[in-house]
């Protein structure tokens, strides 16, 4: 359950949140852009042996080695395709740089409370635990992914569980 009052703080006066738009296929997700440390284009990871599928590997990001999840495999979206437009999205989630393969970036978009709804029951195939909801603009829809609680997730392995 998330803490109204931390809610509440990411909001500015109006009640609106920004969030970082990509894609994957045919789909367009935002995540909070406040867990958006930076943007780099695609280059290729060192495998790490008996890693999870969706786990492309590691980089050095300035003599830090980060983990790089591919989210196209991670949400089974398909066979990934690394193009010019690929690019990897590093994030600070729970104190730990993380990189996140996505098929593209387009904008930051500004949502207000009233444009953000309720994630729908999707059955036992999706997590929807990591959902926030979805947003809409006119006739654009993003589905708002929790970062923090995804990258947390058992089957993530990446961070230790966050405080509630």
């Known amino acids: 359950m998330s803490n109204p009052v931390q809610e509440t703080s990411r909001l500015d006066a109006e009640g609106a949140r ?9 789909e367009e997700y935002g995540i ?52 010019q437009f690929t690019v990897v999205i590093i994030l600070n989630v729970g104190g730990r740089v993380v990189g996140m393969v996505v098929d593209s970036v387009s904008d930051v978009t500004t949502l207000t409370r009233e444009q953000i709804r309720p994630a729908p029951e999707m059955g036992s195939s999706f997590d929807a635990q990591v959902l926030m909801g979805l947003g809409t603009i006119d006739e654009r829809m993003l589905i708002l992914i929790d970062i923090d609680r995804l990258m947390s997730s058992p089957d993530m392995g990446l961070l230790e569980k966050l405080a509630a």
């Open 32 to 83: 909070d852009i406040l867990k958006v440390q930076e943007i780099r284009g695609y280059e290729a990871v060192t495998r790490i042996a008996s890693a999870p599928e969706f786990i492309k590997g590691v980089i050095n990001l300035r003599g830090i080695i980060i983990p790089v999840v591919d989210m196209r495999i991670k949400f089974q979206l398909g066979t990934p395709v690394y193009d």
């Open 18 to 26: 920004e969030f970082l738009a990509f894609t994957l296929g045919d």
